[in-house]
T-cell receptor, first 114, second 109 residues
Framework: GAVVSQHPSWVICKSGTSVKIECRSLDFQATTMFWYRQFPKQSLMLMATSNEGSKATYEQGVEKDKFLINHASLTLSTLTVTSAHPEDSSFYIC??????????FGPGTRLTVL | AQRVTQPEKLLSVFKGAPVELKCNYSYSGSPELFWYVQYSRQRLQLLLRHISRESIKGFTADLNKGETSFHLKKPFAQEEDSAMYYCALRQTGANNLFFGTGTRLTVIP
């Protein structure tokens, strides 16, 4: 299967700053990438779906201006949390699919906003 | 709207005992169901999917459309099965997955 990495694995930032999280597909042409958010003891919630070279599709209730997604290449997608606030503290996980529809998950990024 | 329910947050069984992790779903169409597993300090990974009708690591799951269930079963639990298990649903023609809240399985030696 695909190897998916995320960077950073853990980030702490001050309220009001922006944070960028990278998702890389190391050995796989990821035509579609997904971003999930997972609050403690809760399930993964899909935030958005992005296809390479096109705008991301956001799920209902997810602010596109706050969570900026860029899927610039077949191996990289970034999620930028703009003007982060403590309620944005969560575990952010990306996944990728390619020619098959199997989703391969990254290890996740823990964001803590002070 | 679709929904995936895993009624048990925690499940403990003794080694060698049978285990069943429950998953129920609601979806008006014809869904595709998956089980994902997350071992300690590892990422989420696919365990099995209903269309494959295969057994992975001794686990099986049968889609019961009448009961809208996709329970995960294993006849003899092993210690290495201890993990977090998520049931997930994909709508017809869609790419994205909807996850249940997960069940943490602990196999007691």
């Amino acid at each position: 299967g695909a190897v998916v990495s995320q960077h950073p694995s853990w980030v702490i930032c001050k309220s009001g700053t922006s944070v960028k999280i990278e998702c890389r597909s190391l050995d796989f042409q990821a035509t579609t990438m997904f971003w999930y958010r997972q609050f403690p003891k809760q399930s993964l919630m899909l935030m958005a779906t992005s296809n390479e070279g096109s705008k991301a599709t956001y799920e209902q209730g997810v602010e596109k201006d706050k969570f900026l997604i860029n899927h610039a290449s077949l191996t990289l997608s970034t999620l930028t949390v703009t003007s982060a606030h403590p309620e944005d503290s969560s575990f952010y996980i990306c996944s990728v699919t390619g020619e098959t529809d199997t989703q391969y998950f990254g290890p996740g990024t823990r964001l803590t906003v002070l | 709207a679709q929904r995936v329910t895993q009624p048990e947050k925690l499940l403990s069984v003794f080694k060698g005992a049978p285990v069943e992790l429950k998953c129920n779903y609601s979806y008006s169409g014809s869904p595709e169901l998956f089980w994902y597993v997350q071992y300690s300090r590892q990422r989420l990974q696919l365990l099995l999917r209903h269309i494959s009708r295969e057994s992975i690591k001794g686990f099986t799951a049968d889609l019961n459309k009448g009961e809208t269930s996709f329970h995960l079963k294993k006849p003899f639990a092993q210690e290495e099965d201890s993990a977090m298990y998520y049931c997930a649903l994909r709508q017809t023609g869609a790419n994205n997955l909807f996850f249940g809240t997960g069940t943490r399985l602990t196999v007691i030696p």
